[in-house]
């Protein structure tokens, strides 16, 4: 999708409710309101976090892949009860959405990220850097994401990543 | 041969002595001293031994190149328009410059941009700008020789479409480096059918390189540290298993056979099992036989910078760049085969959650190769035990033992002479 004008105007409601949609991203997986992370999904869903040395080549492998939000649950699962990982604190900064179109329902954005990491007797750190490569949709009369790439940037992953981008 | 120094003097006078023949106690002081760091380049990496550098299909065309890494040395792999494979260290002969920055490309030549000397893809200098100088001024002496000043050639091996180098000209044959019994493991993988890369990924891991080829040398961890593995008997010491090395020690295989997701004696003492787990969209694990016999993971490590990873149907080759003593790099690339149906590639792409950076299996792992580090490091003189399964370093057929480890320092004390 380039920059092309959207299909149809965007309305400033619409626009300023897909704002809160990204404060709200941001601000659950923060808060570690992890379990509610899925819910800003769509059931059926695609998020991948993804190497842009991958998505420019056209490779496939993401660095997490789920294909539902059951798959999401999965992940907040492994969070909560699976895996061993030093504790750190997650800070998303994420720029003002653009958004590309509004077609059929469905509105197509591009979004820059940053994540923050803190770890206990480490200087906080750059986690990750990309843009979100969006689809959202109204889902049960709220908006939520059918589709969410994230594209990153920073292909050299320091150490882990262990929660959510 | 390239850039390697004399060693310097192993085990340093204030360091606690490593016990001649000791292969189950280990010393802090081999993961985070410099000296020790430049001797294993020297030795080990720019020694007689393959480094795996790349897969053939990413370099298929004449042309093709892709930045790899020998040791912490960087290099080209080039496909030349004979069609033959070069490595070539990417270093202007001139004045050091890295010529090649991309990951992945396709040149007719590798033009230095400081003085753009000019190398074609077999890394002969081919042309100097101003040479002969200009009306009458400068240039390069008569009787300089443009044959004596390329790029400097590594040794190739190309074994089924994966590509070896190796600094060291009295390197042996790839087949009598692995032996047959490790090369029956590779083969295994690496059957001759055409590879296909699915993607890559990428991490800065904290920790000495050797703890990495040490996490994938010890089984005895995976049934405590892994719940993903334990609970859905991915790898688990209540399984039928092997632990296998060469001759030498260096390189190891780890082979675990799938089981049951049931409760039994050996379980109760594995916290990680949980009996009652359920994915909750279970297509994540959905593994298909595809490999002869009934291995279906198996773990080979190889001597002295690859891991191949088989688990299940999630396929990778792991290289391991050192980053100074501190910390290493770990480049996963992700393969099937090129005539994989579209449903066995998505199979890869989703077991590939396990793996990785972000991997419900592998993020486990850089975590403690973290943890590890910043436990041992602040203490040099003190050791680590490696004494499960008792002090031998002969096969096993379980995973209760360390003893790939064991064989792995037996080599390495033999080589770095310490
Ligand atoms: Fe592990």
Redesign the pocket.
């Known amino acids: 999708m380039d920059g092309t004008t959207p299909a149809r105007p965007i309305a400033p409601e619409l626009r300023a409710e897909i704002g809160d949609l990204y404060a709200e991203y941001a601000d659950t997986l923060d808060c570690g309101e992890y379990e509610r992370w899925p819910e800003l999904f769509t059931e059926r869903c695609f998020y991948a976090v993804i190497p842009r040395e991958n998505h420019e080549r056209g490779l496939p492998l993401a660095t997490v892949r789920c294909e539902s939000r059951a798959m999401l649950k999965d992940r907040v699962h492994a969070i909560r009860e699976t895996q061993m990982y030093v504790p750190r604190w997650f800070r998303h900064v994420i720029a003002a959405p653009r958004l590309l179109a509004h077609v059929d329902g469905v509105v197509t954005t591009r979004t820059n990220y940053a994540v923050f990491e803190t770890q206990p007797d480490q200087l906080t750190r750059v986690l990750n850097v990309g843009r979100y490569e969006d689809e959202i949709v109204r889902d049960e009369g709220r908006l939520r994401f059918r589709r969410k790439i994230c594209v990153f940037d920073s292909i050299l992953v320091p150490t882990s990543i262990v929660l959510p981008i | 041969m390239d850039g390697n120094t004399a060693a310097p003097a192993a085990a340093p006078a204030a360091r606690t002595p490593w016990k001649a023949g000791d292969f189950s106690h280990v010393p802090y002081w081999i993961y985070r001293d410099q000296d020790i760091y430049a001797r294993e380049q020297a030795r080990i990496f720019a020694g007689p031994n393959w480094n795996y550098v790349a897969l053939e299909s990413e370099v298929p065309n004449p042309g093709d190149f892709k930045r790899s890494f020998v040791g912490d040395k960087p290099v080209i792999v080039t496909r030349g328009a004979d069609g033959a494979i070069n490595v070539l260290a990417n270093r202007c002969a001139h004045r050091g410059v890295q010529l090649c920055q991309e990951h992945l490309g396709n040149a007719k030549e590798f033009v230095c941009p400081y003085h753009q000397w000019t190398y074609d893809l077999q890394g002969k200098l081919i042309g100097i700008p101003f040479r002969r100088g200009h009306k009458g001024n400068g240039g390069m002496p008569g009787d300089f020789d443009l044959g004596a000043n390329g790029l400097p050639k590594l040794e190739v091996a190309v074994r089924h479409g994966v590509i070896f180098a190796s600094f060291d000209r009295a390197v042996p044959s790839f087949e009598d480096f692995l032996g047959a019994k490790m090369l029956g493991y590779f083969d295994r993988v690496f059957d001759g059918r055409p590879l296909k890369v699915l993607g890559y990924s990428r991490q800065r891991i904290p920790s000495n390189w050797k703890l990495m080829m040490e ?2 040398k ?1 089984p005895y ?2 049934s405590l ?2 719940v993903f ?1 334990v609970t859905f008997g991915l ?1 688990r010491m209540d399984q039928k298993s092997a632990v296998q090395m060469d001759d030498t020690g260096r390189h190891a295989v780890l082979v675990n056979r799938k089981g049951e997701q049931a409760a039994n004696e050996a379980t109760q003492e594995m916290r990680a099992f949980k009996a009652d787990m359920k994915l909750a969209d279970p297509t994540l694990l959905q593994p298909q036989r595809e490999f002869p016999g009934d291995a279906t993971v198996v773990m080979q490590t190889l001597w002295p910078n690859l891991i191949v990873q088989q688990q299940s149907n999630t396929l990778a080759m792991r290289q391991m760049v050192p980053r100074g003593p501190e910390a290493h790099d770990l480049l996963w690339t992700f393969f099937g085969y090129a005539d994989d149906p579209p449903e066995m590639t998505e199979r890869r792409l989703r077991q590939a959650n396990l793996m990785g950076p972000a991997g419900f ?2 993020m ?2 850089s975590e ?1 190769m973290m943890i590890s580090q910043q436990g041992l490091d602040p203490y040099p003189d003190a050791t680590a035990v490696i004494e499960m399964g008792g002090r031998d370093t002969v096969d096993a057929d379980h995973t209760i033992t360390e003893v790939a480890l064991r064989a792995f320092y037996a080599h390495y004390r033999q080589v770095m002479e310490i």
């Open positions: 996490n994938i010890d961890h995976a540290l892994h593995l790898f299996v592998s486990d792992d403690v």
